[in-house]
């Protein structure tokens, strides 16, 4: 069974940044794809950022140039570096991953951005 942790989120001021983790309770090595979505009050959850196996990542156009994402293979993490951050991006954030058709979430954490 895999485990993932999401630390990092909080309240922060528009123009801020916040720094989000996901820690995995295995290799981050046998995932397929491991990223992060996140769900706004009243809408879909929604792709952020996902890393692909060959170790390339694609962002959601919305985030592009603000958030960056990086991958610890050691400490099995994956981190979501979030600046330049707007109201609109306040949601509950969820680190995904997937092995074949089993599919992982952590229990998410809040990010939510004043004006």
């Known amino acids: 069974q895999v485990r993932l942790v999401e630390s990092g989120g909080g309240l922060v001021q528009a123009g801020g940044s916040l720094r989000l983790s996901c820690a995995a309770s295995g290799s981050i090595f046998s995932f397929d794809t491991v990223g992060w979505y996140r769900q706004a009050p009243g809408k879909q959850r929604e792709l952020v950022v996902i890393?692909?196996?060959?170790?390339?990542?694609n962002f959601a156009d919305s985030v592009k140039g603000r958030f960056t994402s990086s991958r610890d293979n050691a400490k099995n993490t994956v981190s979501l570096q979030m600046n330049s951050l707007k109201p609109e991006d306040t949601a509950v954030y969820y680190c995904r991953a997937n092995i074949g058709s089993y599919v992982y979430w952590g229990q998410g954490t809040q990010v939510t951005v004043s004006s």
């Open positions: 890393w692909t196996r060959d170790g390339s990542s």
